[in-house]
């Protein structure tokens, strides 16, 4: 089974920057729509950003538009978060995920992706 494994979090000052990333256990993994979420402490896990297979088209949360960058290295893995502008709201553990198919979905809807990392944590002080 594949995994994904997510790299880049840490502890940065409100108004700081950090960059995650995200790649396959495996090389062979192909090019698929992969998701960005985050779950905060006794919070439900949430949508932060989603790309598709070829990066044309990217989604964000209402709650990171314009702070946050999703984008992936010419259809290849891995897949990156840059996250600017930080607040401490923004505090969370991230998850990225990947969905293996090409059909439409909905980009929002954590069912919709199968495969998961196991998470990064993101601390945001203000």
């Known amino acids: 089974q594949v995994q994904l494994v997510e790299s880049g979090g840490g502890l940065v000052q409100a108004g700081g920057s950090l960059r995650l990333s995200c790649a396959p256990s495996?090389?062979?993994?192909?090019?698929?729509?992969m998701g960005w979420f985050r779950q905060a402490p006794g919070k439900e896990r949430e949508f932060v950003a989603a790309i598709s297979w070829s990066g044309d088209s990217t989604y964000y949360a209402d709650s990171v538009k314009g702070r946050f960058t999703i984008s992936r290295d010419n259809a290849a893995n891995p897949v990156y978060l840059q996250m600017n502008s930080l607040k401490p709201e923004d505090t969370a553990v991230y998850y990225c995920a990947a969905r293996d198919e090409y059909s439409e979905y909905d980009v929002r809807r954590i069912y919709e992706y199968n495969y998961w990392g196991q998470g990064t944590q993101v601390t945001v002080s203000s």
């Open positions: 495996d090389r062979t993994f192909g090019s698929y729509p």
